[in-house]
């Protein structure tokens, strides 16, 4: 079987153990002998946060910060993990196809060459060619992994040895916080490999300053995966099967529109089947032990008025808006956007303070500002940034209201670095 480049490609990370080749990953990761008998390190946990502003119906803000534990395996793990993974795929894929819903599931798959660009654009598309419709967006509020569905891609009764172990490790996973690690190694966590380090410690160490320190902690359910391996997201689809199933063979028999993507899921259909179709998914959700968060069910009726749709509130999806005529990013994401340009541009010009103070101590001239990975980052001059995100949502969804929406990006850039460099180096 001829396996994908990219799949043991040399991961450069900070772990317990060193990075691996291309080969040796793949010697380890193919022989299922080595790996039903593997030992699994601890992962490495880090807590990723987002900040959501919010207007209430006063018209005030709310500041939300949502935590996402996000876990990261050690290099010979995140090998056999990938393969794995990679196996599970293509059976994963090859169900989809028998049972004919290969459109409906749209986060996750191989080889598809599209995003959620492409994604929002079907889906908004299909609004606009329907008229009056109704569209109904859940959110899922956790995933959880089900060996009962691992057995039913590979169509055996019992997992063999190999599949078992990788199963076993990814429910009964161990971590270790990674702040606490790099803290007991002194390690940077700005820069980890500052010092030429290839790995956290030596085996000894982490038997002595790790685990008899009590750093280690276990997932002490039988159920759950760590979110950010590299088998979370084939996982995640495949524990969703029966569900995303039994969901869109309802909608598609209604004339509708199903989509999920990871925990998102949109439903598209006529008045008439929106209740029936909402007590469906509340009920077939239960089935699968998950839940589906009231608040964020967000039920938006298209009506068509003349030429064009008209909705009470705009429907968000995957980052967008859509209000029956205008497609727009996301609010959230331009701000985001903006906050993290003027923390950037801080960062730079206390940085030439800093190396300005040093060059007079030496008797050398000062230099200019430095704005090459400011310009790239965070203007049109960069070819994978926010910028070029929205330029390409808006190109591919024909919005001229996106482009509107970052119009002023150049010359906020530049007010912003005049801004902070009077301030700061007065």
């Known amino acids: 079987m001829k396996l994908p480049k990219t799949l043991f490609a ?33 992962m490495l946990r880090w807590i990723s946060q987002t900040r959501k502003v919010k207007r209430k119906a006063d018209g005030t803000l709310e ?33 989809l196809a028998a049972i004919g819903i290969s459109d409906s599931i749209t986060a996750f798959r191989p080889d598809t060459g599209r995003c959620n660009i492409d994604f929002a ?13 109704v569209a109904i967006a859940f959110d899922i509020k956790s995933f959880f992994d089900k060996k009962a569905q691992w057995r039913r891609l590979l169509k055996v009764e019992r997992l063999p040895d190999d599949h078992f172990a990788v199963f076993s490790s990814l ?13 007991e190694f002194g390690i940077s966590p700005h820069n980890p490999r500052a010092t030429g380090r290839s790995r956290i410690c030596s085996p000894n160490d982490f038997r002595e300053r790790v685990r008899a320190k009590g750093l280690i902690q276990k997932n002490g359910n039988r159920y759950g995966i760590p979110q950010g391996s590299p088998m979370s997201a084939i996982l995640s689809n495949i524990y969703m099967l029966d569900f995303d199933a039994a ?24 008045l008439e089947h929106a209740q029936d179709i909402e007590d469906l998914v509340m009920a077939q959700i239960k089935t699968v032990k998950l839940e589906i968060q009231p608040e964020k069910t967000k039920r938006q009726h298209f009506r068509s008025n003349g030429d064009r749709l008209t909705v009470d509130e705009p429907l968000q999806y995957l980052g967008f808006l859509f209000d029956g005529a205008r497609i727009l990013v996301r609010n959230g ?41 400011l310009n790239i980052r965070y203007s049109y001059v960069g070819r994978h940034n926010f910028l070029s995100y929205a330029q390409r949502a808006a190109k591919k969804m024909s919005a001229p209201a996106i482009r509107k929406q970052v119009k002023r990006h ?6 912003e670095v005049d801004k902070v460099a009077t301030k700061l180096l007065l």
């Open 10 to 42: 040399r991961r450069r990370y900070l772990h317990f153990d060193e990075p691996l080749s291309p080969a040796a990953s793949e010697s380890l990761a193919t022989s299922p002998v080595r790996v039903a008998s593997w030992s699994f390190m601890p």
């Open 63 to 95: 500041e939300k910060t949502k935590d996402r534990p996000i876990s990261y395996a050690a290099h010979k793990d995140a090998a056999i993990y990938s393969y794995y993974g990679h196996l599970l795929s293509g059976r994963y894929e090859s169900e």
């Open 121 to 133: 654009h079907e889906a908004l598309e299909w609004i606009r060619n329907q008229g009056e419709c």
């Open 171 to 183: 429910t009964r996973f161990a971590f270790a916080d990674r702040t606490a690690v790099f803290k």
């Open 247 to 270: 969901v869109s063979e309802r909608v598609q028999a209604a004339d509708g529109l199903y989509r999920r993507y990871c925990d998102d899921m949109l439903i598209v259909l006529s």
């Open 333 to 373: 994401s331009v701000s985001r956007y903006y906050r993290k340009m003027r923390a950037a541009v801080s960062l730079v010009v206390q940085t030439k303070r800093k190396h300005d103070r040093i060059r007079a101590h030496q008797g050398k001239p000062l230099q200019q500002l430095k704005r090459r990975k």
């Open 410 to 415: 150049w010359k906020k850039l530049n007010a």
